[in-house]
């Protein structure tokens, strides 16, 4: 590939660097790939020239810059603005690339097709010597299930990283405010657009020796505001595809931030896993359709809920009970009046659920009720389990024929007897709303108009609950009252 027109600035920061600069800037040289550009920025070097001497006795080959000294990230910034590129690759004075690094990332560039694609690689780790004590570990299946993990799991070594250089500049410059995490809170704004794709790898040779920043306690203080900042940048959408839940994402990061030594950051995401079922917000969606008391009996029982972070969505297919629903809805504001007249009750349940805001979605039928703590334990149970989709088992009078006065608890299975899909009570099934935006639910209602009080229990990764959280009974009169929200 060495005719392609694509142009690679190979960036050389270096300060103070006469240990290793020669054995880095040759490693840059000898790459297989021809089509780059290689700038060394000696950063303010007060080694009384040795920096300056190694560099330009490589002549023309390279291009040398000196600056005032201005840290890694103010290094950075002076490359990526006068560099000529397409793409910048980073390699620290005291590494080494492999000779086929830049010619394997740029065929694995081509073949991804994207132009916002980010390539980072594995490792091997060197010590002083250059030889080899140690190489990277990254779950390559796990990386493509869930491409955000490479940054939770402290995966990307800046100097393996193949980036097209007009995202930097999106994204950038490098905060110089910051002496040792300059790299990773760049990265971290970028994983709020772009994916990193990996490239299983070994293709650089990283330092391991005893003058490196990141040793000194000073980086642990930086390290441990960047990890709450990553922590707490990424979206409940994206938690929830990262690790099924919040709760679960923040476990697994406390997990790993105990093995290093940002204690202050384990600690503060360990607290975050423990309210993430209290934070989490619920949309209930409730459509009135014939008994219009009935249904606000359900929705009442709504607004009792222990788990107080949620709304209700009242939705109207039929102008005769517009009226009434807007009485309510005008008594409380979590709850909200949707009208669709023109559409079935299978489009007014779908329309109406991309108006939900909650993290998770659910919904009550009418002659349903739920229990006081039914949002509160299936909530729990799903951030728990980091499951996207739940049922719950549910009651009504009279299902023990024996005696009509006792009631019997039901499940739902995923198929019937004869392998058939079976269907369920849709009162106790709560969706994550990522599945609501990827059009799982409108795949799982009913085809038909109406029965909308069951829906389709097949579906790979659901889980079902044994707690019987909702109540099927007999409908009666409510007339509209105060609030019964609790404050």
Not at 337 to 350: G, V, Y
Request: net charge negative; with cysteine.
């Amino acid at each position: 590939m060495n005719d392609c027109p694509l142009k690679v600035t190979i960036a050389i920061p270096v300060f103070n660097g006469e240990d290793f600069l020669r054995d880095a800037i040759e490693s840059a040289l000898n790459q297989t790939y021809k089509n780059i550009e290689i700038i060394v920025l000696d950063d303010g070097s007060t080694d009384g020239g040795r920096t300056r001497d190694i560099a330009a006795s490589f002549g023309s080959a390279i291009r040398y810059i000196h600056q005032d000294n201005a840290g890694v990230a103010g290094a950075m910034n002076h490359i990526i603005r006068v560099m000529s590129g397409d793409i910048f690759a980073w390699l620290s004075h005291d590494d080494l690339y492999y000779r086929q690094k830049i010619e394997t990332q740029v065929e694995y560039y081509t073949a991804i097709g994207r132009p916002e694609a980010i390539i980072f690689s594995g490792v091997h780790y060197i010590d002083e010597t250059g030889r080899k004590i140690d190489e990277s570990r990254i779950d390559h299946e796990g990386l493509i299930a869930s491409p955000k993990k490479a940054l939770l799991n402290s995966a990307i070594n800046g100097c393996t990283l193949f980036i097209p250089v007009h995202i930097l500049r999106e994204f950038g410059p490098f905060d110089v405010t910051l002496k040792y995490t300059q790299d990773y809170d760049l990265w971290n704004k970028i994983l709020t657009k772009y994916d990193f794709y990996y490239l299983p790898l070994p293709l650089i040779k990283y330092r391991i020796h005893p003058n490196q920043g990141t040793h000194r306690p000073a980086a642990v203080v930086e390290g441990d505001t960047l990890w709450v900042s990553i922590a707490e940048r990424r979206t409940e959408a994206e938690r929830a595809l990262i690790a099924g839940s919040t709760q679960c994402y923040f476990e697994h990061l406390a997990a790993f931030l105990a093995k290093t030594p940002y204690k202050h950051a384990a600690v503060h995401v360990a607290d975050e896993a423990l309210k993430a079922g209290c934070n989490a917000r619920a949309t209930v969606l409730l459509l009135v359709e014939e008994d219009v008391d009935s249904c606000l009996l359900a929705a009442a029982s709504v607004l009792r809920q222990t788990h107080q972070n949620l709304e209700l969505l009242l939705i109207s297919h039929t102008e005769r009970s517009d009226g009434q629903l807007s009485l309510w809805a005008a008594r409380d504001d979590r709850v909200k009046l949707l009208s669709f007249p023109e559409a079935d009750a299978r489009e007014a349940l779908a329309r109406a659920s991309l108006y939900a805001r909650g993290d998770y979605v659910t919904f009550i039928t009418e002659g349903a009720m739920y229990l006081d703590r039914k949002l509160e334990k299936q909530i729990a149970h799903m951030q728990r389990n980091g499951t996207l989709l739940s049922w719950c088992a549910w009651v009504s009078p009279g299902s023990d024929k024996d005696d009509p006065s006792r009631t019997r608890a039901r499940g739902c299975k995923a198929a019937s007897d004869d392998g058939s899909p079976s269907r369920s009570k849709l009162s106790t099934l709560m969706v994550h709303r990522n599945l609501v935006c990827g059009g799982e639910l409108e795949r799982m209602l009913p085809v038909y108009p109406r029965a909308t009080d069951s829906v389709a229990a097949a579906r790979p990764a659901r889980e079902d609950i044994p707690d019987a959280l909702v109540v099927f009974s007999e409908a009666r009169r409510i007339e509209p009252g105060p609030s019964t929200r609790t404050e």
